[in-house]
């Protein structure tokens, strides 16, 4: 069964470096994601991606965040400069198609310390 | 704004008796619906969805929810819980988009199910 992946499974950075989380989205999916959870709260939407740029994104999606499909398979989140509240659990996901179900990565854990 | 309330943060039950979590969202439009199931240290696995039809919906793991609009309820239902259902539950909507474009997740906070021997 198609999945989406992500790597690394588990991320400890330094406060201010630069991480960069890495999925592949389920092959012929168009649509991709990125959400995060902060440890306790709820899944929060950060980002969706089509046709090579940003669809929407969130308040939480500042300057420090990026996106990029560098390649047909891959889709990163890049933060560029690591904040203690940046720690949290990041889901990658892809669509088929809009305003349908969403399948999910195992996620990334960032920690920050 | 667009939300989702799931009033229980953490619910226990014995194995074998049934179970409901409740869902309620606020859209002025008709939503679609999820639900959403996350073992510890894994993804979110999709349950169920509704998008139109019939009212009731049948997912995976035996697991069933049910569309009322009157009520803007979306309530996940199992009749006998299983040890292995202990997990965190997230109903989740996408506001329905005519124009096409992509409409995003927006999750409720998640109900802890905690399964009693």
């Known amino acids: 069964e198609p999945e989406v992946t992500q790597t690394p499974s588990h991320q400890v950075t330094q406060m201010g ?3 960069i989380l890495r999925c592949v989205p389920i092959s012929n999916h168009l649509y991709f994601y990125w959400y995060r959870q902060i440890l306790g709260q709820k899944v929060e939407f950060l980002v969706s991606f089509y046709n090579n740029e940003i669809s929407e994104k969130s308040e939480i999606f500042d300057d420090q965040f990026s996106v990029e499909r560098p390649d047909g398979s891959n889709f990163t989140l890049k933060i560029r400069s690591t904040k203690l509240e940046d720690s949290a ?12 179900e969403a399948f999910f990565g195992q996620g990334t854990r960032l920690t920050v310390v | 704004a667009q939300s989702v ?3 229980d943060i953490h619910i226990t039950v014995s194995e074998g008796a049934s179970l409901e979590l409740r869902c309620n969202y606020s859209y002025g439009a008709t939503p679609y ?3 959403y199931v996350q073992s510890p240290g ?3 696995q999709l349950l169920l969805k509704y998008f139109s039809g019939d009212t009731l919906v049948q997912g995976i793991k035996g697991f069933e929810a049910e ?3 009157s009520q803007s309820s979306f309530n996940l239902r199992k009749p006998s819980v299983h040890w292995s259902d202990a997990a965190e539950y997230f109903c989740a909507v996408v506001l329905m988009n005519y124009g096409g474009s992509q409409g995003n997740l ?3 906070k998640g109900t802890k199910l ?3 021997p």
């Open chain 2, 114 to 116: 905690s399964v009693k």
């Open chain 2, 5 to 7: 309330t799931q009033p």
């Open chain 2, 42 to 44: 894994q993804g979110l």
């Open chain 1, 89 to 100: 659990m990041y889901f990658c996901a892809s669509s088929g198609a809009p305003n349908t």
């Open chain 2, 106 to 108: 927006i999750f409720g």
């Open chain 2, 33 to 35: 619906l999820f639900w």
């Open chain 2, 67 to 69: 569309f009322k609009r």
């Open chain 1, 17 to 19: 470096q630069e991480v």
